[in-house]
Each structure stands twice: as C-alpha cells, then as structure tokens.
C-alpha cells in the first residue's frame, strides 16, 4: 500500500506561530515554562495546552481565529 491509497500517512506541514512570536519564560521551582500571548487582554482568556510529542505551533490555525475575541495563551 502507497501513500496515495493511504491519505492519513501524509500528514500536512506544521504551522508556525503567528507574528509576533516573542514568547516568555515562567520558572516554577526547577521547571522552566515557555508561554506566549495572542490576542487583547481584555478578551477572556482560551489557554492551549499540547499533547504528546506536539508543541505550540500545532495551534496556529485556531489562535489566528480565536484570537479576534479572545486572549489566547499558548
């Protein structure tokens, strides 16, 4: 079986961030957690938190919608 007769092997690129992609570091105790804000902060907050082996940038798409009307944390 190729990868054309199996679609769900061909997984799209992942996209960045949207700009601008600043990031910041909160250190908790021994444990260093990088965080970026999207969105105005007067817009209730939407916080995206990863799974597995994913990082933030696998939110791309929804945080250039959402943050329209929301304060989104990644």
Do not use: K
Not at 27 to 41: D, P
Request: hydrophobic share 35%; glycine share 6%.
């Amino acid at each position: 079986m190729n990868n054309s007769e199996s679609p769900w092997l061909n997984l799209p690129s992942t996209p960045s961030l949207p700009h601008p992609n600043q990031g910041h570091f909160l250190q908790l105790t021994n444990h260093r957690l990088w965080y970026n804000i999207y969105g105005q902060s007067i817009h209730s907050p939407v916080l995206f938190l990863h799974g597995g082996l994913a990082n933030s940038d696998y939110w791309s798409l929804q945080i250039q919608e959402l943050q329209i009307d929301f304060q989104c944390i990644v």
